[in-house]
């Protein structure tokens, strides 16, 4: 199994202030994902890293940011948390090329964020 | 757009077999299935290229209708283990987003 880890595993946070939730990987992998997932909505993608340094937006972006200066990790940040994020964040990794689309990503345990 | 699973969920019996299918609105170049447990993060099953082949870890079989731009995943002679929530999923061509279906759950009772 490739070494993702996050963390927190769980936080429990109030309306407006800020959170990180970090992703770390020990697989040397290139690419990096946040999901975020809820009832009814599947896993939904929130940024991603292509490189060090190189990142881009997902599907459901607004209100998060995120940021990689090393390989190893990603960090999500919530610049002002809303009760509307709480939610499973699950980080993934995977490696390939962006000509070869069979890579597979694995996930680390996820997080589960509640704002209160 | 998110592509669309059906059915959205089903119940199966132990040994009984079942089809979970994936619809995209966009062309696909290649699908990959995932299953994720209760409570656990989402595991890889198998992808599905243009052209045919298939990659995987277990023995689940799978379709890949590239000009219908759907496919399909068999689930043969249900375990118990089987159960969980099945996801297909790919990558936007030429880009590094991945987008997953709206998700199929499965149940397998004894």
């Known amino acids: 199994d490739a070494g993702i880890t996050q963390s927190p595993r769980h936080k429990v946070t109030e309306t407006g202030t800020p959170v990180t939730l970090r992703c770390h990987q020990t697989?040397?992998?290139?690419?990096m994902y946040w999901y975020r997932q809820d009832p009814g909505h599947g896993l939904r993608l929130i940024h991603y890293?292509?490189?060090?340094?190189?990142?881009d937006k997902g599907e459901v972006s607004d209100g998060y940011s995120v940021s990689r200066s090393k390989t190893e990790d990603f960090l999500l940040t919530l610049e002002s948390a809303t009760s509307s994020q709480t939610s499973v964040y699950f980080c993934?990794?995977?490696?390939?090329?962006?000509?070869?689309?069979?890579?597979?990503?694995?996930f680390g345990p996820g997080t589960r964020l509640t704002v209160t | 757009q998110q592509p669309v699973q059906s059915p959205q969920a089903v119940i199966l019996r132990e040994g009984e077999d079942a089809v979970i299918n994936c619809s995209s609105s966009?062309?696909?170049?290649?699908v990959h299935w995932y299953r994720q447990k209760h409570g656990e993060a989402p595991v890889f099953l198998m992808i599905l290229l243009k052209g045919g082949e298939q990659k995987g870890h277990e023995k689940i079989s799978a379709s890949f209708n590239e000009k219908k731009q759907q496919s399909s995943l068999y689930l043969t002679a249900s375990q118990l283990s089987y159960s969980g929530t099945y996801f297909c999923g790919t990558f936007r061509s030429g880009t590094y987003k991945y987008i997953f279906g709206t998700g199929t759950r499965l149940k397998v009772l004894a």
């Open positions: 966009k062309a696909l170049y290649s």
């Open positions: 993934a990794t995977a490696d390939g090329t962006l000509q070869d689309t069979t890579y597979e990503q694995y």
């Open positions: 697989e040397n992998h290139r690419y």
């Open positions: 890293s292509y490189g060090v340094k190189d990142t």
